[in-house]
């Protein structure tokens, strides 16, 4: 019914950047929050950042005055410019959307299929 589709990710090295984009498509009504999480090897998934459909935005304290996070909401798009980044980032990093349907007008939530980050040092 939604897909999301990330892209974005790869290898860079300590004090790199990468942008990551999450594209949503399919029965969407309305999309509320988006936003990104990431899991490391052995490890749960942890909130990253999210934005809400008015652009308020809320971050881990990890990833704050490196990351941000911005969406534009015409094409159901959210996007993640990561600066500074540490071998302490790398991870596989999804994409989540609470989206309204347009065939049931309710909530579901969705996430993406992931893409890897690496930080090298």
């Known amino acids: 019914q939604v897909q999301l589709v990330e892209s974005g990710g790869g290898l860079v090295q300590a004090g790199g950047s990468l942008r990551l984009s999450c594209a949503a498509s399919?029965?969407?009504?309305?999309?509320?929050?988006m936003g990104w999480y990431r899991q490391a090897p052995g490890k749960k998934r942890d909130l990253v950042a999210t934005v809400t459909s008015g652009g308020s935005t809320d971050y881990a304290d990890s990833v704050k005055g490196r990351f941000l996070i911005s969406r534009d909401n015409a094409k159901n798009t959210v996007y993640l410019q990561m600066n500074s980044l540490k071998p302490d980032d790398t991870a596989v990093y999804y994409c989540?959307?609470?989206?309204?349907?347009?065939?049931?007008?309710?909530?579901?939530?969705?996430w993406g299929r992931g893409t890897q980050v690496t930080v090298s040092s």
């Open positions: 399919g029965s969407i009504f309305s999309i509320n929050d």
């Open positions: 989540n959307a609470k989206v309204v349907l347009s065939t049931t007008f309710r909530f579901n939530d969705y």
